[in-house]
């Protein structure tokens, strides 16, 4: 047993900026061309009184056509395309007045943009107020914004000119304004005149405050809280008599069930019918098993049993639409078990509206690419929710030519809050009859997983059910959701796991772990890195990893034996020495490479390093201009440096290519756009290779977030591809996220 292991210097990262190599742009390949998407974060969408809808949020497709983060939809739910707004960042609040539209972007301050217009920003509007803006509400000519820290002005709606002359004798960060003389800035109801509380309004207290209120149609204000409302200890969601200044009603207590420091409810529906639709993230609620949206009826508020517009995502934001019908949008791939991208029109019992055309988008990433010579497939994992329009949930199988493998689809849930990663499949490795893959998830096709999985390889790609290590923990977050970042699978087949978790199997064990066959843990091997693992790279009788210092902010390699567990301190004294903010590892014909930087502030790129010593190979020194990120191997040694040019603020994605000899291969050069990112590289049969992350085109060419290179032709053998593997050879594998050796090398070893 071994006491924590201890880093052993501190790094520092650093971004420079460098041109690269002048060269004619490197094609992609005809395949993969996929259309890599998540489905995106709708925060609001509000109704306009000709039947279109505002729709705002973090996204940048509208159905197949370009919209970032503010669009406006037509009635039956396509782009309304003649409708343009200059809005590039993220919106946090927004309002609508008849004839025009406000809106607070996360970077502060307020847009006005005329309803009638191309989308245009109104230049005659001026607000020069920089706080970052929470709600807004627009009523009589006037604007009233409330900041995070409960701060509420008005302002005038024509110019954006404040008026001095308004106080709110209440603060709060959830307006509503009813259009009849009153404010509500949480639950506090004020004169909107004066700014003066309303001697008529004693609603009850709410502790810690309110964080959604919504104004039904009913004669209730409704607020949720995640403390109690009122002296009665209702908990999580009540509403007030406005016909009786405030009052509480008693018996409305529909029960929410689900992670209590996850659950919310953002958004209420209220009809004049007593049916209140309620939508935001929890389990069940009132009393019936509606994730996410939910009607309730009667006096008790308990859950309509007809209702079916349950999500399998969380639901911000609500509108009335015509016939009673529910527009829900938020970030969900589906609503009744019918797929839908964020955004769908409902029937009043919850059944999705098949004349309601409208999907919403953001960018994909792809973390981990594996591909598998011996069944001609390859493995991509990453944060996506379709390829075109078939659902496959953070984990795909390309064929041979590189087109989508549609009979292979299983899926994992993706928490889109993870701290350290997002959350989706960031590891693959694939065995003889098997593909393993890891990441930050908790269910997989359903069934409750934790950081990692067994797949079949067989169509469907059928969860192993014997197979459950069950990876918990997170050193980072009050969290039990482990983060699984690197897998490798030795010359026995076990799995070698590297992330950020404590426990295996309810056992501790911390950031490293060895499982056999059936998934169990080996308690015998316990390296206990201090830090999370980043990237390993498996070398036949050692492991070579990456951690992550968070007290330094700095990343390290080192190598343990797989025998006994124990370090080499001299290799890891020699290459820590030597090198600083190391980002990616592997081990290849004998030797280990990495991207690093030698001295924490200059330019990551790739090292050759001796896999006994831990010495930098001098002699081998390529001439990258690529800020190095990612590596991958081929069969004839040329190594791949992936990464990103940064320049001033932005940046784009970079690849190249270095001959055996360390010569730079001037002709290959991909080109890609401002603001790409490249997080996943491989190398597989014929020398194609993979690359993936965060991208929309690549050398003009389209490509979404995942693409490839080389011949577009590669003969199919004619033996069959479901060879046993020979004997004494590790099974097939992918080091590490996006790092896959090819079959080749691994029978070199």
Same mark, same amino acid.
């Given at each position: 047993?071994?006491?924590?292991?201890?880093?052993?210097?501190?790094?520092?990262?650093?971004?420079?900026?460098?041109?690269?190599?002048?060269?004619?742009?490197?094609?992609?390949?005809?395949?993969?061309?996929?259309?890599?998407?998540?489905?995106?974060?709708?925060?609001?969408?509000?109704?306009?009184?000709?039947?279109?809808?505002?729709?705002?949020?973090?996204?940048?497709?509208?159905?197949?056509?370009?919209?970032?983060?503010?669009?406006?939809?037509?009635?039956? /739910?396509?782009?309304?395309?003649?409708?343009?707004?200059?809005?590039?960042?993220?919106?946090?609040?927004v309002a609508v007045s008849p004839d025009s539209l406000y809106v607070a972007p996360w970077t502060s301050g307020v847009f006005k943009i005329p309803l009638s217009g191309n989308g245009d920003v109104d230049t005659a509007f001026w607000f020069d107020d920089s706080t970052s803006i929470a709600t807004l509400a627009v009523?009589?000519?006037?604007l009233y914004v409330a900041t995070y820290d409960g701060d509420v002005q008005r302002y005038d709606a024509a110019t954006g000119n404040h008026d001095g002359s308004w106080t709110c004798a209440a603060s709060g960060h959830l307006l509503i304004a009813d259009h009849a003389g009153h404010l509500y800035v949480d639950q506090?109801?004020?004169?909107?005149?004066?700014?003066?509380?309303?001697?008529?309004?004693?609603?009850?207290?709410?502790?810690?405050?309110?964080?959604?209120?919504?104004?039904?149609?009913?004669?209730?204000?409704?607020?949720?809280?995640?403390?109690? +409302?009122?002296?009665? /200890? +209702?908990?999580?969601?009540?509403?007030?008599?406005?016909?009786?200044? /405030?009052? +509480?009603?008693?018996?409305?207590?529909?029960?929410?069930?689900?992670?209590?420091?996850?659950?919310?409810?953002?958004?209420?529906?209220?009809?004049?019918?007593?049916?209140?639709?309620?939508?935001?993230?929890?389990?069940?609620?009132?009393?019936?098993?509606?994730?996410?949206?939910?009607?309730?009826?009667?006096?008790?508020?308990?859950?309509?049993?007809?209702?079916?517009?349950?999500?399998?995502?969380?639901?911000?934001?609500? $509108?009335?639409?015509? !016939?009673?019908?529910?527009?829900?949008?938020?970030?969900?791939?589906?609503?009744?078990?019918?797929?839908?991208?964020?955004?769908?029109?409902?029937? &009043?019992?919850?059944?999705?509206?098949?004349?309601?055309?409208?999907?919403?988008?953001?960018?994909?990433?792809?973390?981990?690419?594996?591909?598998? &010579?011996?069944?001609?497939?390859?493995?991509?994992?990453?944060?996506?929710?379709?390829?075109?329009?078939?659902?496959?949930?953070?984990?795909?199988?390309?064929?041979?030519?590189?087109?989508?493998?549609?009979?292979?689809?299983?899926?994992?849930?993706?928490?889109?809050?993870?701290?350290?990663?997002?959350?989706? *499949?960031?590891?693959?490795?694939? $065995?003889? @009859?098997?593909?393993?893959?890891?990441?930050?998830?908790?269910?997989?096709?359903?069934?409750?997983?934790?950081?990692?999985?067994?797949?079949?390889?067989?169509?469907?790609?059928?969860?192993?059910?014997?197979?459950?290590?069950?990876?918990?923990?997170?050193?980072?977050?009050?969290?039990?959701?482990?983060?699984?970042?690197?897998?490798?699978?030795?010359?026995?087949?076990?799995?070698?796991?590297?992330?950020?978790?404590?426990?295996?199997?309810?056992? &501790?064990?911390?950031?490293?772990?060895?499982?056999?066959?059936?998934?169990?843990?080996?308690?015998?091997?316990?390296?206990?890195?201090?830090?999370?693992?980043?990237?390993?790279?498996?070398?036949?009788?050692?492991?070579?990893?990456?951690?992550?210092?968070?007290?330094?902010?700095?990343?390290?390699?080192?190598?343990?034996?797989?025998?006994?567990?124990?370090?080499?301190?001299?290799?890891?004294?020699? !290459?820590?020495?030597?090198?600083?903010?190391v980002s990616d590892i592997v081990f290849a014909d004998g030797r280990v490479f990495v991207s690093a930087s030698a001295d924490g502030f200059g330019l990551s790129r790739v090292y050759r390093l001796s896999a006994a010593t831990g010495s930098v190979d001098s002699a081998w020194n390529p001439p990258t201009t690529c800020?190095?990120?990612? +590596?991958?191997?081929?069969?004839?040694?040329?190594?791949?440096?992936?990464?990103?040019?940064?320049?001033?603020?932005?940046?784009?994605?970079?690849?190249?290519?270095?001959?055996?000899?360390?010569?730079?291969?001037?002709?290959?050069?991909?080109?890609?756009?401002?603001?790409?990112?490249?997080?996943?590289?491989? *190398?597989?049969?014929?020398?194609?290779?993979?690359?993936?992350?965060?991208?929309?085109?690549?050398?003009?060419?389209?490509?979404?977030?995942?693409?490839?290179?080389?011949?577009?032709?590669?003969?199919? &053998?004619?033996?069959?591809?479901?060879?046993?593997?020979?004997?004494?050879?590790?099974?097939?594998?992918?080091?590490?996220?996006? @790092?896959?050796?090819?079959?080749?090398?691994?029978?070199?070893?």
């Amino acid at each position: 047993m071994h006491a924590a292991r201890m880093p052993m210097a501190a790094f520092a990262f650093a971004a420079i900026s460098c041109t690269a190599a002048a060269a004619a742009p490197t094609l992609p390949r005809n395949l993969p061309d996929l259309a890599l998407r998540t489905s995106g974060d709708v925060y609001r969408v509000e109704a306009q009184a000709d039947g279109k809808w505002i729709v705002s949020g973090s996204f940048y497709e509208v159905g197949d056509a370009p919209a970032t983060n503010l669009a406006r939809l037509d009635a039956d /739910g396509s782009l309304d395309a003649g409708w343009v707004p200059p809005i590039t960042v993220p919106l946090d609040a927004v309002a609508v007045s008849p004839d025009s539209l406000y809106v607070a972007p996360w970077t502060s301050g307020v847009f006005k943009i005329p309803l009638s217009g191309n989308g245009d920003v109104d230049t005659a509007f001026w607000f020069d107020d920089s706080t970052s803006i929470a709600t807004l509400a627009v009523d009589g000519g006037f604007l009233y914004v409330a900041t995070y820290d409960g701060d509420v002005q008005r302002y005038d709606a024509a110019t954006g000119n404040h008026d001095g002359s308004w106080t709110c004798a209440a603060s709060g960060h959830l307006l509503i304004a009813d259009h009849a003389g009153h404010l509500y800035v949480d639950q506090r109801r004020i004169d909107i005149a004066d700014g003066a509380l309303d001697p008529h309004w004693n609603a009850p207290t709410i502790a810690p405050g309110a964080y959604a209120t919504a104004l039904g149609r009913d004669g209730y204000l409704y607020v949720a809280s995640h403390g109690a +409302i009122g002296a009665g /200890g +209702i908990e999580g969601l009540a509403r007030l008599r406005v016909d009786r200044g /405030g009052a +509480i009603d008693s018996a409305w207590r529909p029960v929410a069930v689900g992670d209590a420091a996850d659950s919310s409810f953002d958004a209420i529906l209220a009809n004049g019918d007593g049916t209140v639709v309620v939508a935001g993230k929890f389990d069940r609620l009132g009393g019936g098993a509606h994730a996410n949206l939910a009607r309730l009826v009667g006096a008790d508020g308990s859950a309509d049993p007809t209702w079916s517009g349950h999500s399998d995502g969380e639901v911000t934001s609500l $509108a009335m639409g015509p !016939a009673n019908s529910i527009v829900a949008a938020g970030t969900f791939t589906s609503i009744g078990n019918t797929p839908r991208a964020s955004i769908a029109r409902l029937s &009043p019992n919850g059944i999705p509206d098949p004349a309601f055309v409208a999907a919403l988008y953001a960018q994909a990433q792809v973390f981990a690419i594996a591909p598998d &010579p011996a069944h001609g497939h390859t493995y991509v994992g990453g944060a996506f929710d379709w390829a075109g329009t078939e659902r496959h949930r953070n984990i795909l199988r390309l064929n041979h030519d590189g087109s989508l493998d549609s009979t292979w689809t299983p899926g994992t849930d993706a928490p889109r809050d993870a701290m350290w990663f997002t959350g989706g *499949v960031h590891a693959i490795a694939v $065995a003889a @009859n098997d593909v393993i893959v890891g990441g930050r998830f908790s269910r997989v096709d359903d069934v409750e997983r934790h950081g990692i999985a067994r797949l079949g390889q067989a169509a469907p790609g059928a969860l192993d059910a014997g197979w459950n290590p069950d990876v918990r923990g997170n050193s980072f977050e009050a969290s039990s959701e482990a983060e699984i970042t690197a897998i490798a699978l030795d010359a026995q087949g076990r799995a070698l796991i590297g992330g950020n978790f404590t426990t295996v199997g309810g056992q &501790p064990q911390a950031m490293l772990a060895r499982l056999d066959a059936g998934g169990a843990l080996d308690p015998a091997w316990r390296p206990d890195p201090y830090y999370p693992v980043l990237r390993i790279a498996y070398g036949g009788d050692a492991l070579y990893f990456i951690s992550f210092d968070d007290r330094t902010s700095r990343t390290y390699a080192s190598k343990v034996r797989l025998d006994d567990d124990a370090f080499d301190d001299a290799w890891d004294q020699a !290459a820590q020495g030597a090198l600083q903010q190391v980002s990616d590892i592997v081990f290849a014909d004998g030797r280990v490479f990495v991207s690093a930087s030698a001295d924490g502030f200059g330019l990551s790129r790739v090292y050759r390093l001796s896999a006994a010593t831990g010495s930098v190979d001098s002699a081998w020194n390529p001439p990258t201009t690529c800020r190095t990120w990612r +590596i991958a191997v081929d069969d004839a040694g040329a190594v791949y440096a992936g990464g990103n040019i940064p320049e001033g603020l932005d940046s784009r994605a970079c690849l190249q290519r270095v001959h055996a000899d360390g010569t730079l291969d001037d002709g290959f050069a991909p080109a890609w756009s401002s603001g790409s990112l490249l997080q996943a590289l491989a *190398v597989g049969e014929g020398g194609i290779t993979f690359v993936g992350g965060s991208f929309g085109s690549i050398s003009n060419v389209p490509r979404h977030s995942l693409a490839a290179f080389g011949a577009d032709a590669i003969a199919v &053998p004619t033996h069959p591809r479901s060879r046993p593997w020979p004997p004494g050879r590790p099974a097939m594998c992918a080091a590490c996220a996006s @790092n896959a050796e090819s079959a080749a090398r691994h029978r070199r070893r």
